[in-house]
């Protein structure tokens, strides 16, 4: 008798310390709910403005643009998406193709879309072997040295784009203390779970920081699904050597141009990124990726980054009620917690990126939050990670190293 209480009086410390931390993660989280919404009314009242401004614009006043599409490998809807850029209503344009070597089976598909428009200028680049960090950079690098305009668009090769995509995202720059319009986009899934999945957190749980960074210090990064920029932005940092060390490199660039002294724009123009049919560990390995690249690159908001998550403060808050013999006020947080990420969903996924998927899934949200605590935790794991077929390791402040090639610091070089 003399052993049994103080143990079961332990065990009830601990519960309630657990409980403490299901409140303040609720607390926390409900925070973080009122600040998405905020910002989202915010966000949706300068989009309006910014989209009659960009319908205003005379083609006579739009510079010539060069689109940097890097490709690597085939994807499905590779030629769908390929195409939307081909069919801009732009008055002048052209594209350049970018791949590590000329058998890429992408560049197929590039040159099919070549010869269906003719009439848009095209070229294929090819940048050969890597020899800084990051690839895509590196090729990146070698495609803009082929550009015959002052004028970028930066896109991946599983982002697809509405016919007024160009006019909407060049214009800001048209102002010179603009250097650099990044695009918030919805995610379009294949017909699996977990693309699903992945896909809601494209559409709400992404807008949703993006968009609370913007209304509290304004946009100092850019997102690699759609990045504009100048060619007198990249050459006061340097150029894209600046970004080359990192997998964040979408992030750095839009620091480096933001750190030099000209604005960052979060455009009212959304895209599309289409998603592949994914496994569970597809899905985990790729979001693993990116939160580990937030954890060396921003390491203290990623640690605050916990705290923004309601499900597995809404989980314990239950267990650990439970375990008080408070089974009523677990549900009740459990319960909150769901309709925390319910209301976020709905508001952002629909009523901001206008994903009809986000309000017919709302229910799903939730589960998609849960998973993204515990690829948090992962983050925390290790170093390592793998991205297009190779290896890396995470070093200070973001920067990668690959483990199975030969890479110099393109950052040291430029020094």
């Known amino acids: 008798?003399?052993?049994?209480?103080?143990?079961?009086?332990?065990?009830?410390?601990?519960?309630?310390?657990?409980?403490?931390?299901?409140?303040?993660?609720?607390?926390?989280?409900?925070?973080?709910?009122?600040?998405?919404?905020v910002a989202a009314w915010r966000y949706r009242r300068h989009a309006q403005a910014a989209s009659n401004r960009a319908k205003s614009i005379l083609d006579s006043v739009l510079p010539r643009v060069t689109i940097l599409k890097p490709v690597h490998g085939m994807e499905p809807r590779?030629?769908?998406?390929?195409?939307?850029?081909?069919?801009?209503?732009?008055?002048?344009?052209?594209?350049?193709?970018?791949?590590?070597?000329?058998?890429?089976?992408?560049?197929?598909?590039?040159?099919?879309?070549?010869?269906?428009?003719?009439?848009?200028?095209?070229?294929?680049?090819?940048?050969?072997?890597?020899?800084?960090?990051?690839?895509?950079?590196?090729?990146?690098?070698?495609?803009?040295?082929?550009?015959s305009s002052d004028y970028f668009v930066i896109s991946d090769s599983d982002v697809k784009v509405s016919p007024d995509f160009l006019r909407n995202v060049v214009s800001p720059l048209l102002?010179?203390?603009?250097?650099?319009?990044?695009?918030?986009?919805?995610?379009?899934p294949a017909?699996?779970?977990?693309?699903?999945?992945?896909?809601?957190?494209?559409?709400?749980?992404?807008?949703?920081?993006?968009?609370?960074?913007?209304m509290m210090e304004g946009m100092r990064f850019a997102m690699g699904a759609v990045m504009a920029t100048r060619r007198d932005a990249l050459q006061k940092i340097?150029?894209?050597?600046?970004?080359?060390?990192?997998?964040?490199?979408?992030?750095?660039?839009g620091n480096e141009v933001w750190a030099a002294g000209y604005s960052v724009v979060l455009s009212h123009?959304?895209?599309?990124?289409?998603?592949?049919?994914?496994?569970?560990?597809?899905?985990?390995g790729d979001q693993l990726r990116w939160m580990k690249s937030t954890r060396y690159s921003r390491p203290k908001?990623?640690?605050?980054?916990?705290?923004?998550?309601?499900?597995?403060y809404g989980v314990l808050g239950l267990i650990s009620a439970a375990a008080l013999r408070h089974p009523g006020f677990g549900f009740a947080l459990l319960a909150a917690a769901f309709l925390n990420r319910v209301i976020q969903s709905a508001t952002v996924g629909w009523g901001v990126i206008r994903d009809s998927r986000?309000?017919?899934?709302?229910?799903?949200?939730?589960?998609?939050?849960?998973?993204?605590?515990?690829?948090?935790?992962?983050?925390?794991?290790?170093?390592?990670?793998?991205?297009?077929?190779?290896?890396?390791r995470f070093g200070d402040g973001g920067r990668i190293i690959p483990q199975h090639r030969a890479a110099e610091s393109a950052v040291a070089n430029r020094l």
């Open 1 to 37: 008798m003399s052993t049994v209480l103080p143990g079961l009086l332990a065990t009830a410390v601990i519960w309630r310390v657990f409980l403490t931390f299901a409140l303040v993660g609720t607390l926390s989280s409900t925070v973080f709910l009122g600040m998405v919404l």
């Open 78 to 147: 590779l030629a769908e998406n390929l195409a939307s850029f081909f069919q801009q209503d732009y008055p002048d344009f052209e594209i350049i193709f970018g791949a590590r070597e000329a058998d890429n089976a992408a560049l197929g598909v590039a040159e099919q879309l070549r010869q269906q428009f003719p009439h848009i200028k095209s070229r294929i680049v090819i940048s050969g072997l890597p020899t800084w960090p990051n690839a895509k950079v590196f090729s990146l690098d070698r495609m803009i040295a082929a550009a």
């Open 175 to 188: 102002d010179p203390k603009v250097g650099l319009v990044t695009c918030p986009y919805r995610g379009i």
């Open 191 to 214: 017909s699996d779970f977990w693309s699903t999945l992945e896909a809601l957190g494209m559409s709400v749980e992404m807008p949703s920081g993006v968009m609370v960074a913007d």
């Open 238 to 253: 340097g150029g894209l050597a600046a970004t080359a060390d990192y997998y964040s490199d979408d992030f750095v660039l």
């Open 269 to 284: 123009h959304l895209v599309e990124h289409v998603l592949v049919p994914r496994s569970f560990r597809q899905t985990f």
């Open 301 to 312: 908001g990623h640690v605050g980054t916990g705290l923004t998550f309601a499900m597995p």
């Open 358 to 392: 986000a309000l017919r899934y709302c229910w799903l949200y939730p589960l998609r939050d849960l998973l993204g605590f515990f690829t948090w935790m992962g983050s925390y794991t290790s170093r390592s990670f793998f991205w297009r077929g190779e290896i890396y």
